[in-house]
Structures are given as structure tokens and as C-alpha cells.
């Protein structure tokens, strides 16, 4: 597939791009780690550097505080001249490397409340505890705000970016100003729709005041308010649109989300949420009011996005996460390396869950990624060959050993994959099973397709053993082994209705269950119960009610799901609250009987129809230690990863366990 679309060049204003592809505004924290916290880094630069060398039309910074008393930590800022200097680095830097650049102006609102020294601008009275309320922020303020939008797009300038974006989402200030949902006020200012157009309409006319007459200028705007009372609606949406029109915004860069709802999952969408989500609502916008747009969320392949555009549904497209998780997004797809494309499957752990947790730990330093360990590491933990070939056995084929054995080829190895299974991907293709999550059997299946163009030797239905190294004698093992399921001692557990979690989103047929429980995918029977409330027996729970079977999940913690961050939990809860899933908390399975399951909660007995039990209450690791005890003989360096290591474990940890152990093969003599 060629993507006659998608690579051709567009032109914006004056500005052409090279292609449509636009990594859009994503919070990094990497500017924590400058003096003052606000500031750009190398690590910055190297990584936007990385994305237009991959070939990206155009490289959105992160959002941008352009008032100095709301800026805070951990957030780039322009409102001062100081910052010029720096920003001028990275345009000059990325200009270097054939890419373009954009600023996505910014004033949090209540989104700068994660530093406390920064002021909140809010468009009301907001109690933040019984004892202190924000005051609403006052007619003057407003107007220093819209004066600060203007001068931070005369530092955008003078720094040499190629385009400005004004952002006017996700419950920031113009957002609020905008929504009748977030701005209750009574003055000019609120009440009616055009008050409530004032500001972040004079904000836009304070940019474009700045900016030369050829500079384009987006703005990031939601398409519509999810559940907010009195929210924008799309027909708001379009109105406004053809005011930023007037006023000088010439392309829409549509998303959604705000930050006092649950809303807040549609601004990181992970994978439970469809793809390309706001494509549709792009669309119309675009046709109703004649402005290029590009619509954001979950398009994270080349095909989708080429369709997109073929549909004439949209100018640009933005793929963002695509490019975090592989910074040469662009050109594989444009050279047809369909298979080396290191796909994002919107799993949320590396970007949005561990921003989240930077903001209040200061062990996290920035984002990351399951895909790409090496994410604003690009310079220290860039992958380098080393100083000679090494043949590299790797003791299991899921994601980590595929990753590990396709990145030491990279660097001119050999590596050699032995997997008891009859094929490659592990748990990544069992999480593809649950409804909505195809994500990660496709970035399975891409990844094992490599393995066979990248020619390397794999040994499937093979079990290695320890005497198995002291044949080979390699030059290095990685032992990515995973895990084995827990087995409870419950009474009734080995009978026929029982199968183990791992079985069941793998279809398998297993030796002594009838065909009533197992039958390729097709699993029969009208009521389960699955045993163990965490990630996995919430995908089981999933693949069952996607079926039709009334499930009940038993967990014997006060929680369910505490191993997801919290955008996922958040769609985990939507879905409970629409499949046939009753979950049931502090409740121990005791037996299981034929057609029934007993627990104990509390002090209560309590018994549940089961035509099908689940066994999904843990992992523990693989024994390794006679595979290390060989090594340790033979002098033979060895690297567990993952849930070898481990368990229960997150891919994210297995995938950046693997890598790390290249890095320090290659490093080897």
C-alpha cells in the first residue's frame, strides 16, 4: 500500500508540509528536569529531533503556559523572553532534520493545580475544600491573560516556530470560558453563547495580532462535552469554529475530554475506546464550516489514516502516540515496512499513567512507553551494535522475547528464540482476545511477521531445557519465560467446568474438559463465574459477556482492577456498567460444585450459578534457576526479564526489561 494520501505534501497558509501526519501537543514532564522546570531540555530536543527524522510533517511542543504566574513545573513555558533561547534550539534542531514545528498555546485553568505555586484561573467561584474556595477570575485578569496569548505568539515567532496552535480543549481556560457547562457567570463574560465566544475569541485575534500574515494558526478544540450538563454541543462547535475562522484560525485540530468528568478518558484514549472516535464529528465540522481540520484519537496505523483522508473526512491526520511508540512511524509506512512499525496499543501505561504519577513522584521522571523504552532517552539509551557479533539465546517467544531478539538483530546479532508454544506472542495475543482490545493481538502479529522477514531462528513447540546452553553455548541468554497461572487449593477446582484464564482467552483445547466448556473460542453455557477480579479476569470476564453468558466476578480484596491506571479503570466501569458483569468485592470462592460456585463474604455463605469458572487469581514466575545456575557455570552472561522475573508483571516492565538487557549485551566486548 503506497499512501498516496498520507505523504502528500500540504499547504497552510504558506507553510507547506512534507506530509499529513502531525504528532500533536503531549505532555512529556521532561522540563522538570531543567533549572527552573518549565524550560526545554536536551532530552527534548533529541526526541523531537527523533520524530522529524522519522519523517513527521509536523512537530506539535507540548502545551505551553503563556502566563507567567499560572505556569507550572513540569510544563514548558514562553511567557517570559528567557525561554526564546531554548525553544530557538529545538526549532533550529528540528528544522535540521527536515521537520517542521508548532507551539500549542496554553493557560491550564485548573489543570496548574498539580503545582501549588502556580495561581488557578478558574471561570468561577470553585470550592477546592470547606475551608477554601478559588475566586472566579476577574474581568482584568482575563484581559492580562488575553494580552499574555499575544505576546507568548510574538516569542513563538522570534523562536522560529513554523506555526502556532491556541489551545482551546480539554477544560483549560478558553475551554471553560467557552462551555456553558464550566462557565456559570452572570457578567459580560458568561450567561448567553456569544458572551461566553468573547474570550477565547479575543485570545485567537491577540495571537494572529503577532503573527506574520503566512504563519498558520490551529487551535485544538472538542468537538463536543461529554457528560457535562448545559456542555457544548457539536452545532456550538461549529458556530464557534466559523468565528475562529473570522478571527484568524485556519486549521481545527479536533479532540474531545475535560478533566471534571469521566470525560477525561476521551483526551488519552486507551484502547477500550474505538478507534478514530472523533473522525466522524471532524468530518462535519469540517464540511459545515469549510476549515482543514485533523481529528486526534486512536488512529494509530497507516491504513486507517490513508482511509480517512481518501474518505475526504479530514486534511490532516493526527497519529501522535503513534510516534512515541516508534519514532520511525513515518517512514516505515512510507517505505511499505509495514511489519518493523512498533504499533501503539493505546495501553496507556508508559504515556498518560506515568505523566500522571510524575506529577506528585518525583522517581518518574517523564513519560514512557511499552513499545519504546528508549522514549526522551533517545541519545543515552540508543541501541548501538557492539563490538561483534553474539549469538544470543532467548528462552520464551512473547513480546519481550520477540522485542529483545528483533532488536539484537538490529544490532547485528544472532539471536535465537525457543518457545514451548506452537507460536510467538504470549499474553500480548491473549489480551487480543478480550472484546475491544484487538490492539495488541495486531501488534502481536505485526511483530512475529517481522521476525520471519528479519530471517531469525526460532524453535516453536520446543521447550528449552539447561542442557540446551551447555550445547549452544551462547554468548548471552535472556530468559523471558513469563509465568504460570496460580492454582487455588479450592475444592472441586480440577473439575470439568473449570478452566484457567490463560486457556480460555487462548481458545485452547485442553486434554479431559468436555467441548461444552472449550470449543475454539466458542465457549458454551449461560452463567460464569471468574475467580480473581485483577486485569485479567476482567478480560475474561469480557470475552464470556461478549457472548452472551451472565458472569460474576468474585475478588477477595476490597478492590477490583487495581493493576490499571486510572483511564482504563474509567472504561472498565463503563463496560461493567453495559455487559451482563455483576462484580462481587471481599468474597472468597470456598468450593466449586456442579453448577455452582460457594464463596464466603463477610460472614454471609453466598452461592452463584457457574456453568463456566475461570480460574484467573494470579501468576508466579517461571523456574529459572537451573537456566541460571548453567550460566553462572559457563561464565555465560544472563538477563531475566519480565515476568521471569517477576510476576505478576506489566508488558511495559517485561518489554523494557528485554531491552535493557541489549543495551548491556551490546555493551559485551
Not at 516556530?161 to 482551546?168: K, N, Q, V, Y
Not at 472516535?277 to 481529528?295: C, Y
Not at 510516534?323 to 512511524?329: I, K, M, R, T, V
Not at 463456566?612 to 555465560?636: D, H, R
Amino acid at each position: 500500500m503506497s499512501f498516496e494520501k498520507l505523504f502528500s505534501p500540504i499547504k497552510l497558509r504558506e507553510l507547506e508540509l512534507r506530509n499529513r501526519v502531525v504528532m500533536s501537543a503531549m505532555g512529556t514532564h521532561e522540563s522538570a528536569e531543567s533549572e527552573d522546570g518549565k524550560s526545554v531540555t536536551d532530552k527534548l530536543i533529541a526526541y523531537h529531533t527523533a520524530r522529524a527524522q522519522g519523517g513527521c510533517g509536523l512537530n506539535t511542543v507540548e502545551v505551553t503556559s503563556v502566563d507567567a504566574a499560572s505556569a507550572p513545573s513540569g510544563f514548558l513555558s514562553i511567557a517570559e523572553d528567557k525561554y526564546i533561547p531554548g525553544l530557538r534550539r529545538l526549532n533550529d534542531a528540528v528544522h535540521e532534520a527536515g521537520g517542521k514545528t508548532c507551539v500549542q498555546l496554553w493557560q491550564g485553568g485548573l489543570a496548574v493545580a498539580s503545582d501549588r505555586t502556580a495561581q488557578l484561573l478558574l471561570p468561577n467561584d470553585t470550592p477546592l475544600s470547606a475551608e477554601y474556595t478559588v475566586p472566579a477570575i476577574t474581568e482584568e485578569r482575563l484581559y492580562s491573560v488575553i494580552d499574555a496569548f499575544g505576546a507568548a505568539a510574538g516569542r513563538a515567532v522570534e523562536a522560529g516556530f513554523d506555526c502556532l496552535e491556541f489551545h482551546c480543549a480539554h477544560n483549560y481556560l478558553p475551554h471553560s470560558m467557552l462551555s456553558g457547562g464550566l462557565n456559570h457567570r452572570t457578567d459580560d463574560w458568561g450567561g448567553s453563547f456569544e458572551n461566553r465566544k468573547r474570550f477565547p475569541l479575543a485570545c485567537i485575534r491577540a495571537i494572529r495580532e503577532k503573527m506574520p500574515e503566512g504563519m498558520p494558526l490551529l487551535m485544538r478544540i472538542d468537538c463536543h462535552d461529554d457528560m457535562l450538563e448545559g456542555g457544548l454541543t457539536v452545532e456550538d462547535v461549529i458556530e464557534f469554529c466559523r468565528d475562529a475562522k473570522e478571527a484568524g484560525v485556519d486549521v481545527l485540530n479536533i479532540s474531545r475530554g475535560n478533566i471534571v468528568s469521566a470525560a477525561t478518558v476521551y483526551e488519552v484514549a486507551p484502547v477500550d475506546i474505538p478507534k478514530g472516535f472523533n473522525v466522524e464529528d471532524a468530518a462535519r465540522i469540517r464540511r459545515e464550516t469549510g476549515m482543514l481540520t485533523m481529528p486526534c484519537g486512536r488512529i494509530n496505523t497507516p491504513e486507517y489514516a490513508e482511509q480517512i483522508l481518501k474518505e475526504d473526512k479530514a486534511d490532516l491526520i493526527v497519529m501522535a502516540r503513534a510516534q512515541l511508540a516508534d519514532p520511525e512511524f513515518c517512514n516505515k509506512a512510507r517505505e511499505g515496512r509495514l511489519n518493523e512499525i512498533r504499533y501503539c496499543i493505546g495501553c496507556n501505561q508508559g504515556c498518560y499513567d506515568y505523566f500522571f504519577a510524575s506529577l506528585s513522584d518525583p522517581e518518574v521522571k517523564h513519560i514512557t512507553c511499552m513499545r519504546n523504552p528508549a522514549l526522551l532517552e533517545e541519545e543515552a539509551w540508543a541501541l548501538k551494535p557492539g563490538g561483534k557479533s553474539k549469538k544470543v539465546l532467548i528462552i520464551g517467544g512473547g513480546i519481550a522475547g520477540i522485542e529483545a531478539a528483533l532488536d539484537l538483530k538490529k544490532t547485528g546479532n544472532e539471536p535465537v528464540i525457543y518457545e514451548k508454544a506452537g507460536s510467538l506472542g504470549g499474553q500480548f495475543v491473549l489480551a487480543g482476545a478480550a472484546p475491544g482490545k484487538s490492539d495488541f493481538a495486531y501488534a502481536a502479529e505485526k511483530a512475529v511477521a517481522n521476525v520471519a522477514e528479519q530471517g531469525i531462528e526460532v524453535h516453536l513447540n520446543t521447550e528449552a531445557a539447561p542442557e540446551l546452553i551447555e550445547e549452544m553455548k551462547p554468548d548471552a541468554v535472556i530468559i523471558s519465560a513469563g509465568s504460570v497461572p496460580i492454582v487455588p487449593d479450592i475444592e472441586g477446582s480440577k473439575s470439568e467446568s473449570v478452566i484457567e484464564s490463560h486457556d480460555l482467552l487462548g481458545g485452547r483445547e485442553i486434554e479431559g474438559k468436555s467441548a461444552a466448556v472449550i470449543d475454539g473460542r466458542e465457549v458454551e453455557g449461560k452463567s460464569a463465574v471468574v475467580i480473581g477480579g485483577g486485569l485479567v479476569g476482567f478480560e475474561c470476564a469480557e470475552y464470556l459477556a461478549a457472548r452472551g453468558i451472565k458472569v460474576n466476578i468474585l475478588e477477595m480484596k476490597h478492590e477490583v482492577l487495581t493493576d490499571l491506571g486510572q483511564l482504563r479503570q474509567i472504561t472498565a466501569n463503563f463496560a461493567l456498567a453495559e455487559m451482563p458483569i455483576t462484580v462481587h468485592t471481599d468474597t472468597t470462592c470456598k468450593a466449586v460444585e456442579a453448577g455452582r460456585v460457594t464463596a464466603q463474604k463477610g460472614e454471609e455463605e453466598v452461592s452463584f450459578e457457574a456453568d463456566i469458572v475461570v480460574m484467573a487469581v494470579g501468576t508466579k514466575s517461571t523456574e529459572t534457576e537451573a537456566f541460571q545456575e548453567v550460566c553462572k557455570k559457563l561464565g555465560i552472561p544472563v538477563y531475566v526479564v519480565g515476568d521471569a522475573k517477576k510476576a505478576p508483571g506489566m508488558a511495559l516492565n517485561a518489554i523494557h526489561d528485554a531491552y535493557h538487557a541489549v543495551l548491556e549485551i551490546n555493551r559485551i566486548g
